[in-house]
């Protein structure tokens, strides 16, 4: 099994915590739904976003972390944009209530 399914996924339950916090001190819908287009933009861009970062770490030097952010790309984007659409439910979740 993935690993990161499991680390990500938890991750991303997790985010019902500040989302609870945010609702008990009654901030607007507004914020709830924005905080969710932000996780929304973040799926769709989170391939481009991850190979920049790649890309930073060989302009950066460090040629062999970007070599195993390669290696671990497949196994990592999946679960990540899951993740990305849990977090964005979630959000708009505390929208509704």
Do not use: C
């Not at 976003?49 to 950066?60: E, V």
């Amino acid at each position: 099994m993935n690993w990161w399914w499991l680390l990500l996924v938890s991750l991303s339950l997790l985010w019902v915590l500040p989302m609870y916090g945010a609702h008990r001190t009654q901030m607007p819908a507004v914020f709830f739904v924005a905080v969710a287009v932000l996780w929304a933009v973040l799926f769709v861009f989170v391939e481009p976003l991850y190979d920049w970062g790649t890309n930073l770490l060989r302009k950066l030097g460090w040629p062999r972390l970007a070599d195993f952010r390669d290696r671990l790309k497949p196994k990592v984007l999946a679960p990540a944009r899951i993740a990305l659409l849990l977090a964005a439910a979630i959000s708009l979740a505390f929208a509704v209530l």
